[in-house]
């Protein structure tokens, strides 16, 4: 007997509401097998936590699966045909021909006609000052002097803190004398290989722009594990930790060529006192290492934006003596006056080490 309780427009209603369910179940079902290869590679260069485990453990089983059935190599097939790799890095992969898209390329000037490097003995003064300078490595050599038709040419690479600090090199330098290329990457660093490779992209940089000058700011996103483009995996805590993230370091430097000068600006102390103290541990190893390069300077910006116990503050003097904000409301990146700061710094290493002219300069 029917229940009296329950109309038939009632019984419809609740039975097309089960069905819209049941729909849409199978339809995220489906999604998740179809999607479930590229997820777990975008979960796997997640940074190491709860959340990234908890993912995976969630997303490898229906990773296989669908592999096991063949949806993984149908979804790859139309990844494809969409001009899409889906092997690529789920950071992506530099793309220099799109970076430099409208941008006329400065020329080098011909080989012949750089002037030639003498390197003066450290034990003697310079042909041009009554004193050798103890700021002066002999390793230093001069930067090129600039026209207007081979102009200067300097990469800004790194974490989005390198993006701020590009766009305040544009603003320093004349565009007529110096180019600028400004290729910091949001989330990146030297880490995560199998994320965003600033190794492979800075050996693309080095081959087609052939800087005269490299900025590096990087590290504020690389407390986790070290992951080689060959998938060797160094888990962050491991006693071998730091000797992997050293060689990560060294294997950037070695994808910028001889000629090139680099400036390595050192992370700040930033809101989060944990990695403040790791980020003081990075500055040491970029200290260190560039030691072994040739026309290769650390710029350390702790004390800059520190208080005077060495951590974080958000104001301090600005370059007219008045107390500004330097910093951003995150407790990590910079006010456009403290980005204005630090490539300030970065000008002293490249005029008083380089003799870097001060006709580049707006």
């Known amino acids: 007997m029917a229940d009296p309780t329950l109309s038939p427009e009632k019984n419809i209603a609740s039975t097309s509401w089960l069905r819209a369910c049941l729909a849409l179940f199978i339809c995220l079902g489906l999604w998740l097998l179809l999607s479930a290869p590229r997820l777990e590679h975008s979960a796997s260069a997640s940074p190491d936590g709860l959340r990234r485990t908890a993912a995976l453990s969630i ?92 102009r200067l040419r300097v990469a800004v690479v790194g974490d989005s803190l390198a993006q701020g600090l590009g766009d305040a090199m544009r603003r320093t330098f004349r565009s007529s004398l110096v180019h600028v290329l400004d290729v910091g990457r949001l989330a990146t660093g030297l880490a995560r290989a199998d994320y965003f490779d600033w190794v492979d992209a800075m050996g693309k940089i080095s081959r ?24 060797r995996t160094v888990v962050s805590g491991d006693p071998d930790w730091g000797a992997a993230y050293r060689q990560r370091i060294a294997d950037l430097l070695g994808a910028t060529k001889q000629r090139a000068h680099i400036v390595w600006v050192g992370l700040p102390p930033v809101r989060d006192r944990g990695k403040s103290r790791l980020f003081r541990i990075y500055n040491d190893m970029y200290e260190a290492m560039l030691q072994e390069r040739r026309d290769a300077r650390f710029v350390d910006i702790w004390d800059t934006f520190a208080d005077s116990d060495g951590n974080y503050r958000a104001y301090g003097r600005g370059p007219d003596g008045k107390v500004v904000l330097l910093r951003a409301g995150d407790g990590a990146h910079f006010s456009v006056t403290g980005y204005d700061m630090i490539v ?19």
């Open 59 to 150: 997303l490898r089983p229906v990773a296989r699966f669908s592999e096991a059935i063949g949806l993984a190599d149908a979804t790859a097939a139309i990844q494809t045909a969409f001009g899409k790799d889906p092997d690529e890095p789920p950071g992506g992969e530099l793309d220099l021909e799109e970076e430099l898209a409208g941008e006329e390329l400065p020329p080098l000037p011909p080989q012949e006609i750089r002037p030639p490097v003498k390197i003066q003995p450290p034990d003697q003064p310079r042909p041009d000052e009554k004193k050798a300078d103890p700021q002066r490595s002999p390793r230093d050599t001069p930067l090129r002097r600039p026209s207007e038709r081979y």
């Open 208 to 231: 087609r722009y052939d800087p005269d000058v490299v900025v590096v700011m990087v590290g504020s996103n690389d407390k986790q594990s070290v992951v080689f483009p060959s998938g």
């Open 344 to 362: 300030d710094l970065a000008l002293q290493v490249m005029q008083n080490r380089w003799d870097l002219t001060r006709k580049v300069l707006r």
